[in-house]
Each structure stands twice: as C-alpha cells, then as structure tokens.
C-alpha cells in the first residue's frame, strides 16, 4: 500500500481510498474529565510537565494509523459512549468485526467492509499495522490496558490509579510498535 500525498480532503489517498491519520492514544484532557484530571494533578509536581511528556512520547509514527475518511471510523470511535476514543477496544470492535460479531462501532465498520477486506483477517489487520503487542500470541484476545473490556460499560478510567495504568500501557504500547516499525524499516 503505497500512500500518495494530495492536499485538503485527499491528503492520503490509494487506488479509490482517502485516508485520515488518527492519533490512536489518548490521555483524555479534556474539560468534560476535570474533575478526575485535578485528582491526578494532586498527585504529582508538575502535571502540565506529565502530559507534555506524555504528548512527546505518543504523537509518533507509533502512536498513529490511517483509517478510511468515508464512514469514519475515527469520528465513531471518538463518539461512541462505550468507546471513548479508547484504542483497545476499538481494536476489540474490529477482532469482533472479522468473527462477524457485534460491537459498538460494527455498523461503521461493516460500512468499511472494502477496507477490512484488504488485510484477509484480523491477523492481517494487526501484523499490517504491526499492533501485536496490543493481542494475545495467538491473535484471538485483545488485551485490555484497563477493564475487562465489557463494551456495555463506561470504558473511562475512574481512579487516580486506574487512569496513571491507563498511561503507562499506553506508552508502554507506542514505545514497542515504534520499535517494531524501526526495525521493520531496517529490513
């Protein structure tokens, strides 16, 4: 797949596809999560520092993907209550997708049927965009950063504690696909 560079809406195109990039993490800092966000705050010197950090080490080549612009599924995943932008389960949607599945995001997915169809299965899907560490060996579990991810629940972390793991997979995760996209490069 061998992207090409347009401008405006066709920035990243290939054969009939337009594609948008979307930051894949999250550190949900925004106003609607005050109130959990002054809690991590207390717990640390310099909290602007952390999320600084934090933006740094994710807005990477291991921190991003391309998804399909029509039928957005980077719009459903932001939207969706049981979703909240989280990576893991959107990659649990898209697992469930492959197996013919339900989930939250399944009818936007199904709209991108001709996208998913690309990579044959899920494993295709996860060693195309090299998301490994983000599945179980044998590619049947995705494996949650926090939760069981139950898709009928708020995902949202819900402690100090809860949202501080929350992070620390997450770097934890970009730091590996970074590398396993450097070293395919190297190849």
Known sequence: MNLSMGKGYDYLSWKNFRFGSDSILASFRYSRYRKLLEEVSKTMPNYQSFI?????????????????????????????????????????????????????????????????????????????????DCVSTDYQSVIFWIGDGDLSKNPMPKTVDEYLLWIEKQLDFVSKRNKRIELEIQL
């Open 52 to 132: 600084e950090d934090f933006i740094h080490r994710t807005y990477t080549i291991g921190g991003s993907i391309i998804f399909p612009k029509e039928n957005s599924i980077n719009r459903a995943r932001g939207v969706n209550p049981f979703i909240k932008d989280r990576w893991d389960l959107t990659l649990e949607c898209i697992r469930r997708y492959y197996k013919n599945d339900s989930s939250p995001l399944y009818e936007t997915l199904v709209k991108n049927k001709e996208f998913f169809d690309l990579f044959i299965d899920f494993k295709g899907y996860v060693d195309f965009f090299y998301l490994q």
